[in-house]
């Protein structure tokens, strides 16, 4: 981008000549910004002007270098304050650009920045990251509260705005409001409820065979999804080298997802499958690179990872098909049947976790409930006192030696 050039603004020869006002004098360096000098009779400043559609803000951000030299930090020149100006003027939509292209790179799912992106007000995409204040994100967490949103998606949605606001505070030292990331953007509490889009194993059964008559490429994903309870974003990156189907114990070296907290490093797990489906998976690979998709599409591309409108507006399709409700009948109702499937069986819980990539923590927070519900009863009913163990009870009369029955 071009350096605006100033000539009254350029050095402090030029700037003594102005007159003393409290009115800044101003020049544009960008569309929309200016870089403002405030002539007064001490040290003067150097500030920002943002004009964006209706919304306008000003901030001062440095001493000029009229009084003493500049050192580039808190004293600049002109040519610095133009440079340093510019960064100062990205808003908090910009902070979303610069978070989901790192996502992209990392391989992660971009979603976690349009859905805060989404959500986003005016007022709040515009402002820079530096100004946010804790009443600025406070304010949007608590509108989103007020218009009905529900609460697990509002967590969802602000733990993206706060990752993009911490990538952009990470890249530029200048960002010293991280406290008001963490406490305007705290995420709400008591939101994890017991998991209830669980099916008996004739219903996940019956979407996997109406998923085959739909597409038998998305019959084959949905088949994986339904033995092994992993997210689509997993499945759709396996690659033909994770099927393992030559010994007597098949299994998929599941990469696991990039959910959690930080840079989180990409492994993979190795889950059990049935016979039949790693002999069937077996053909799909066929002679194809270790490196190729293991779940292509009919047409051979691969499922994409990052964008899975598709792939949900299939299983759409086949739930409705299989009659059920799609809006609560999802691709996660396989995940949810698979995890309590395995703890129903006995399976243990940190067992279950490392399996379908998630914690015990989380296992016991969202699944708890239901297991209690399907299984409780009747293993509580193991330790009841039993009224006919009292000694009382005819069918509990012991015969002593020596006497009489």
């Not at 996502?103 to 992660?108: D, E, N, S, W």
């Not at 920045?113 to 608590?142: E, F, G, I, N, Y």
């Not at 490196?291 to 591309?301: N, R, S, V, W």
Request: with cysteine; charged share 30%.
């Amino acid at each position: 981008m071009p350096r605006p050039r100033a000539p009254k603004l350029e050095n402090p020869t030029a700037r003594r000549k102005l007159p003393v006002r409290k009115k800044p004098y101003y020049v544009a360096i960008s569309p929309g910004v200016f870089l403002g000098y405030c002539r007064n009779a001490g040290h003067c400043k150097w500030s920002v002007r943002v004009v964006r559609g209706r919304a306008e803000w000003t901030d001062r951000f440095a001493t000029t270098d009229d009084l003493e030299p500049a050192n580039g930090r808190d004293v600049l020149n002109y040519w610095q304050a133009v440079d340093q100006a510019r960064p100062l003027a990205r808003g908090t939509d910009d902070a979303l650009d610069a978070y989901e292209r790192d996502l992209k790179t990392r391989g992660a799912d971009p979603a976690n920045a349009q859905r805060a992106r989404k959500h986003l007000t005016a007022s709040l995409a515009d402002k820079p990251v530096m100004l946010l204040s804790t009443q600025d994100l406070r304010h949007w967490r608590d509108a989103l509260v007020a218009k009905g949103v529900e609460p697990a998606t509002i967590n969802r949605t602000r733990a993206g705005l706060r990752a993009a606001l911490e990538l952009a505070a990470t890249l530029d030292p200048r960002i010293n409001n991280r406290e008001a990331f963490r406490v305007g953007l705290k995420g709400l509490r008591n939101t994890k409820t017991a998991r209830r889009a669980v099916l008996p194993d004739t219903d996940v059964l019956r979407i996997v065979e109406v998923a085959y008559q739909v597409d038998r490429g998305f019959g084959v994903l949905v088949e994986v999804l339904a033995q092994t309870g992993a997210r689509i974003s997993q499945a759709a990156r396996l690659t033909c080298g994770d099927l393992q189907a030559d010994g007597p114990d098949p299994r998929l070296l599941m990469p696991t997802s990039y959910k959690g907290r930080g840079e989180k490093e990409r492994q993979q797990v190795p889950v059990p499958i049935t016979a039949s489906l790693a002999a069937l998976l077996d053909k799909v690979r066929r002679d194809r690179p270790r490196d190729a998709p293991l779940l292509p599409k009919d047409d051979g591309t691969r499922w994409l990872a990052t964008n899975k409108s598709e792939q949900w507006g299939m299983f759409r399709e086949v739930a409705e098909r299989a009659g059920f409700d799609p809006d609560v009948i999802t691709c996660y109702a396989l995940r949810h049947s698979s995890i309590c499937r395995a703890l129903l069986k006995g399976v243990p819980v940190s067992v279950v976790a490392k399996l379908h990539d998630t914690s015990s923590d989380e296992i016991e927070a969202h699944y708890a409930a239901y297991i209690l519900d399907v299984a409780g009863d009747a293993l509580s009913r193991k330790g009841l006192l039993r009224p006919e163990a009292s000694p009382t009870a005819d069918n509990n009369v012991v015969t002593l030696p020596g006497q009489r029955p």
